[in-house]
C-alpha cells in the first residue's frame, strides 16, 4: 500500500457510519502551540462552524436517502436493486473520494480540499433535488459521496486546528454529536414539512433546502474560518503494519461485516417499515429520529463500558445487539412498540463500533504505526460497504419483501459478533510514541 499523510490520522472519535475520524499531525512543535491555546480562548464557534460540514457529507449525502426513498421510488420506479445501487454508488464514490484526498493531501491544503468537498456535495444535492429519471439520481448520490470524502478527510483537522491537545477530544466530539442532531433533525423537517404541504409524496424540496443549507454553510466557512497550513508527515502502510494486531484477521472480517450491516440497514429501513410492518410515512420517517437519538448517546455509553470489560467484549456486545435488531426486522415482530426500540438502539449501536474498533487499535500499535493500521482496515471496509446495499436491494427484489436483506443483515452481523467474541482483552496498551530508530 502506498504511504499515507498522517495529518489524516486517524483518532478513537468516529462518525458512526463507519469512518474513521482523521486528527492533526503529530509534529512537537504544532503541540506545543496547541497546548499553549487557554481554554477559554479556543473558538468554539469555529468549531461548530467546521463541524457542520459532517453534517453536508453524512446526513445530507448519506443518511438522507434511506428517509426520502419512500416517496421517491413510486414517482422515479426506482426497483429494490437500484436502491441498493444507489447506496453502493454512494459508499463506492465516498471511497474514490477518499483515495484522491489522500494523494493530494501533500499537495493542497485541507481548507481548500474541505470547500471542493462541499461544493460537489452540494452539486449532487441539487441534481438529485431535481432529478426526472433514475440515471439523475444514480449522477447525484455519487457526486454528494463523492464530495463527502473531501470533506470527512478533512474537518477535522480544520476543526482541531490550535485546539490544545487536551481539548481536541472533545473538538472531535462536535463532529459526532452535530451529525446525531442532524439524524434526528432532518426526519423531523421531513414530517413538518409535508405536514404543511398536506402530502406525504413531497421529497424534492428536501433535497433543494439541504443544497441551499450547504451554499450558505460554505459562505460561513469563506467569511469567518481562516485555516492555516497543516503539517504532513508520512506514514507506512499496509499488512505489515496490520499484522500487528494479534487476532488481525478476525479483526478484519468483523470489521467488513460490520461494513455490510450498517450500509445496508438505513438503506431500506424507511421501505421496510412501510411494506412490511405497516407503519404509515410519517411514522417511518420518525424512526429515523429515534435511531439518531440512539446514535448520540451510543458511542459514550458503550465506550465507557468498553473501558471496564474490554474492546472485545464490548465490540462483540454491540454486535449482538445489532443481530438481534435484524432478527426482529426479518421475522416481521408484531409490536411496533419492539420495532421502535430496536432500531433505536441499533442507532446507539452503529455509532459506537467504529470508534470502539479505532480504540481496539489504538491499544494494540503506536502512534507512529495507528494511522497506517486503521487505514489499512478500512481499505477491507470500503469493498463491504459496496457490495451491502446492492445485494440487500437484489435480495428484496427476488424475494418481494425484506426479510431475507434484514436476514442476511443479521448474519454478518452475527459474524462480526463471533469474530470479536474469540478475542482476549488487550492486557495493557501500546506505548504512546514509539521508541527512536
Known sequence: MGRLPDAFRVTPAASGFGDAVPALGPA??????????????????????????????????????????????????????????????????????????????????????????????TIGLA????????????????????????????????????????????????????????????????????????????????????????????VALTLFVRAGRTERVAAVGGLAALRQIQGWKRTVVAYMAFA??????????????????????????????GMGAGSMVGALAFGRLSDRIGRPATMATVMAISTCTGVVLAARVPNAVIIVVAVVVFGGASFAYPSLTATFVRDHVTDRTFAAVLGTMTMFYGPASVIGPAASGWLADRTGHYDATYGVIAVMALTSCICMSTMRRSRSAAPQTAPNS
Open 260 to 289: 455490510y450491516t450498517t450500509s445496508s440497514f438505513a438503506n431500506f429501513l424507511g421501505l421496510a417499515l412501510e411494506r412490511d410492518h405497516g407503519f404509515d410515512r410519517l411514522a417511518a420517517t420518525l424512526v429515523f429520529s
Open 127 to 218: 441534481v438529485v433535488g431535481t432529478a426526472s429519471s433514475p440515471f439523475a439520481v444514480v449522477i447525484g448520490t455519487a457526486l454528494a459521496g463523492l464530495g463527502g470524502g473531501g470533506i470527512w478527510l478533512t474537518a477535522p483537522v480544520i476543526a482541531s486546528e490550535g485546539v490544545p491537545a487536551a481539548r481536541r477530544g472533545a473538538a472531535l466530539g462536535v463532529l459526532t454529536a452535530t451529525m446525531g442532531a442532524a439524524f434526528i433533525g432532518v426526519p423531523l423537517a421531513t414530517a413538518a414539512m409535508r405536514n404543511v404541504a398536506g402530502s406525504d409524496a413531497i421529497w424534492r424540496p428536501l433535497w433543494l433546502g439541504e443544497a441551499a443549507i450547504s451554499i450558505l454553510l460554505l
Open 28 to 121: 512537537a512543535a504544532a503541540d506545543a502551540v496547541g497546548d499553549a491555546v487557554d481554554f477559554d480562548r479556543v473558538r468554539w464557534g469555529r468549531v461548530v462552524l467546521v463541524a457542520f460540514s459532517g453534517v453536508v457529507s453524512h446526513i445530507f449525502g448519506r443518511a438522507t436517502i434511506g428517509v426520502l426513498l419512500p416517496a421517491m421510488a413510486p414517482e422515479l420506479g426506482l426497483s429494490d436493486t437500484l436502491v441498493g445501487a444507489l447506496g453502493s454508488t454512494n459508499m463506492g464514490a465516498y471511497f474514490a473520494g477518499v483515495v484522491i484526498v489522500t494523494f493530494s493531501a501533500g499537495r493542497v491544503e485541507p481548507f481548500t480540499l474541505l470547500r471542493a468537498g462541499i461544493v460537489t456535495s
